[in-house]
Structure formats: structure tokens, C-alpha cells
């Protein structure tokens, strides 16, 4: 029987585990350095309001795949729920999304869409032709005043530097609209599930076959010998120690707070002026409104650099990082029998959605190749920078 070891029980591990252990005869040693399963996606019910909270920063599923969709509902019951923040700037509450209520309530308009449309066309910077980051696809698309209410504060807090260093992809996560949408996405499918993310992994993982051991930290010196093949969803440079120098994250901190009744009426407040310290608040007894609850948790979230001790959150990809990655990955290429995979090892700003997709087609291939007796790939993605 083949004996695998997978390094990290969040959504990648758990998911290409579950399809292992489904498809083919093997044993899977899974470790994580935490006390617990789930990676970043970790809820767990306070246990002074006993309201599911997010750990790690607010997570909604949404996608717009129905098999991938139908496979986390198949583990578990998703409630409705449709993610709309909201945005204080300079004093005052808005709809984020930019969408038409954003545009009338920032310029104290009474615009249509058409009507908006053509007003933010005057103000796009349209001498801007192909926007190479995110401050010019801002500029080039809704404008400066738009750019400087809601996205220039917030991002130099988060990213912690200029928003010209940063690629344009990170804004277009985020749609504009010229109609009433305030839905913070535009997938398909969109919900959360009733007993948390955790909990939805530890079904994953029930298995016979599989072993989980918590609080193990692995690093690559430890023996894998005895394994047919290791899985390593860990930071793709601390597998080689940092020998060209550590990938560029940002780590988010958490102060949790108590209040009774209802805090702030939504889900997630963006704060977008620099002079305020922290990103967001959110309090997560407005994910699960089936739910009753007298008191009332939420967290404000500060962003600042990884240091050697902290989780690292969002890959920063700044040029110096994507070339460092190409190095780690070309050293990785030359490796046998060990696969990486997920948003560390990859280095890379993914979604649940985008993991669980990658991990069940990794391990469909990777079974192929097994099948087929050809070295199974060592990365999921091709396309690195
Ligand atoms: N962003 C911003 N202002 C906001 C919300 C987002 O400037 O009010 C920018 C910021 O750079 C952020 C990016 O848009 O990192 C993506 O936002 P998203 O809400 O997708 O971030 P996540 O929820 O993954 O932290």
C-alpha cells in the first residue's frame, strides 16, 4: 500500500487527502505546526458568545463552478448568504463595491447608470492605455477621486507600500458596477457553511486511512524515506530554508472585542484613510443571521510585514519576490517524489474556491501519473509571474 505525507491541513491538504484516500489504496500521514485543522479558513465557535468566528480574517465561499460548489455542499449545508460590505471614508458610511450608490452617494448625485457611466468616463485617466499597476488601473478606470475615498488609504495599510509597486490584478478582484449590485462578488454560487470551514475539513478527513498530528512542525530535514510521496502545502521557501531569502507576505493581526446586541449592522467595514490604523472590522455574528445571539464579537484587523514568527497571509508578489520565487521553484523542479501545492507553496493570492479546484485536479493527475508510471507534477500552475 503507497504511504503519503501531506504537510498542512488546510483546504489543499484536506482536499487532495479526501480524493486520495477515495480513489486509490493508501495510507496519508498529515501534519500541521497548529493546534488545529483548517489552515487560515479556521472557525470555531467564542466560547463567551458562542458565535462561529473566523480566526483568520473573514472567508465567504463563493465560485463560479458547480462542481465545485456541489462538492463542499455535498459535505456540508451552505446557507445563503451574499457579502455586502460596507466603507467609511473620511467620516462617512458607503456601499462598496463601487456600484451607483458609491458614485451618487460620493458626488451627492442622482445618477442612472448611463448617466454614471459617462460622468466616471470623464474622470478616468484615459491617457493611461495598458495599466501595468494597481494605482494606474484605478486611475484609468474610476478616476482619482474614487481611488483616493476608497482605495489608495486602505491599500498602503494592507500592502504596507505604494500602490504603483502593486499589480493591477489585486483591484480587479473587486468589481465596479453601474447599477444597485452591492454584492462584494460576482460568482455564481455564494454562501457559508452552518458549522464552519473546520469542521466542513474534519469530514474531509474522516477516513480511516488518514492520520492527522497537530501541533508538528515540518521542516525538510526530517526523514520522508518511508513515504511513497510528500505533499508540501507549506511556504514554498522555508521548504529550502530561505536560502535565496524569504518570499514578501503580509500578516494580518487581530484585537477581538466584546459588545452586546449588534456592533457595527454588518458583516465587514472597510476603513479606507491612512490615519486610521487598522483595515477592517468584522464581526461575524452577521455571517449566520439564522443564528441567535445577545452579545456580539468582532475583530479589527491590522496589517503589517511577516517576520520570521508570524502567519504568513497575502503574497505580496513584488518584482524582487516573483523572481526569488523562480528560483525556489527551478530548485524544487529538480526534486523527486515531493509535490507543492495551495496558496503558500505557490506563492500566490488565491481564493477557497481556486484551492479546492486545484487540489481535487492535482490529485486526479497526480493518480494518472502513478497510473501511467511518470513523475507526477511538482506544481499545479504553470503559469508563475
Ligand atoms: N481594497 C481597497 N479598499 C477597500 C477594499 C479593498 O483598497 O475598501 C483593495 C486592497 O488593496 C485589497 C484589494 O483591494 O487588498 C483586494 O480586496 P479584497 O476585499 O478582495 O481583499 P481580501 O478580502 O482578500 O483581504
Not at 262 to 279: H, I, L, S
Not at 329 to 345: H, P, Y
Amino acid at each position: 500500500m503507497k504511504k503519503y505525507l501531506i504537510v498542512g491541513a488546510g483546504f489543499s491538504g484536506t482536499v487532495l487527502a479526501h480524493q486520495l484516500a477515495k480513489n486509490t489504496d493508501c495510507k496519508i500521514d498529515i501534519c500541521d505546526e497548529r493546534d488545529h485543522i483548517g489552515g487560515n479558513c479556521h472557525t470555531s465557535r467564542d466560547e463567551q458568545t458562542d458565535i462561529m468566528v473566523h480566526h483568520y480574517g473573514p472567508h465567504i465561499f463563493n465560485t463560479d463552478k458547480k462542481e465545485i460548489w456541489d462538492f463542499v455542499n455535498s459535505l456540508m449545508e451552505f446557507k445563503p448568504y451574499v457579502h455586502r460590505v460596507k466603507a467609511m471614508s473620511n467620516g462617512k458610511v458607503y456601499s462598496l463595491p463601487v456600484n451607483l450608490h458609491t458614485i451618487n452617494q460620493l458626488f451627492g448625485q442622482s445618477f442612472t447608470p448611463a448617466t454614471a457611466k459617462a460622468f466616471l468616463e470623464t474622470l478616468a485617466d484615459t491617457s493611461i492605455e495598458d495599466p501595468q499597476n494597481f494605482e494606474e488601473q484605478a486611475l484609468r478606470f474610476i478616476g482619482k477621486e474614487l481611488y483616493n475615498a476608497f482605495f489608495y488609504g486602505y491599500t498602503k495599510k494592507q500592502w504596507g507600500c505604494e500602490p504603483t509597486e502593486l499589480p493591477a490584478s489585486i483591484l480587479k478582484r473587486i468589481p465596479v458596477r453601474f447599477n444597485y449590485d452591492d454584492n462584494y462578488h460576482n460568482n455564481i454560487y455564494t454562501g457559508i457553511p452552518v458549522d464552519g470551514y473546520t469542521a466542513l475539513m474534519e469530514k474531509l478527513i474522516q477516513h480511516e486511512n488518514i492520520t492527522v498530528t497537530l501541533n508538528k512542525k515540518f521542516d525538510s530535514s526530517i526523514d520522508t524515506s518511508n513515504y511513497d510521496h510528500v505533499f508540501y502545502t507549506g511556504p514554498v521557501d522555508a521548504w529550502f530554508d530561505y536560502k535565496y531569502g524569504r518570499l514578501g507576505y503580509r500578516t494580518v493581526t487581530f484585537e477581538k472585542n466584546y459588545a452586546d446586541g449588534d456592533y457595527q449592522g454588518v458583516t465587514q467595514m472597510n476603513y479606507c484613510d491612512a490615519d486610521v490604523p487598522y483595515t477592517r472590522i468584522a464581526e461575524p455574528k452577521h455571517f449566520t443571521y439564522w443564528e441567535q445571539h445577545d452579545k456580539t464579537v468582532y475583530f479589527k484587523e491590522f496589517s503589517k510585514e511577516t517576520g520570521p514568527s508570524d502567519i504568513p497571509y497575502y503574497p505580496k508578489r513584488l518584482a524582487a519576490d516573483k523572481a526569488l520565487l523562480l528560483q525556489y521553484r527551478a530548485d524544487a523542479e529538480n526534486l523527486q517524489k515531493v509535490s507543492f501545492l495551495g496558496r503558500l507553496a505557490t506563492y500566490r493570492y488565491m481564493d477557497m474556491h481556486h484551492v479546492i479546484g486545484e487540489a481535487l485536479a492535482f490529485a486526479q493527475a497526480f493518480l494518472l501519473a502513478e497510473e501511467q508510471g511518470v513523475k507526477p507534477a511538482v506544481f499545479p500552475n504553470t503559469e508563475v509571474v
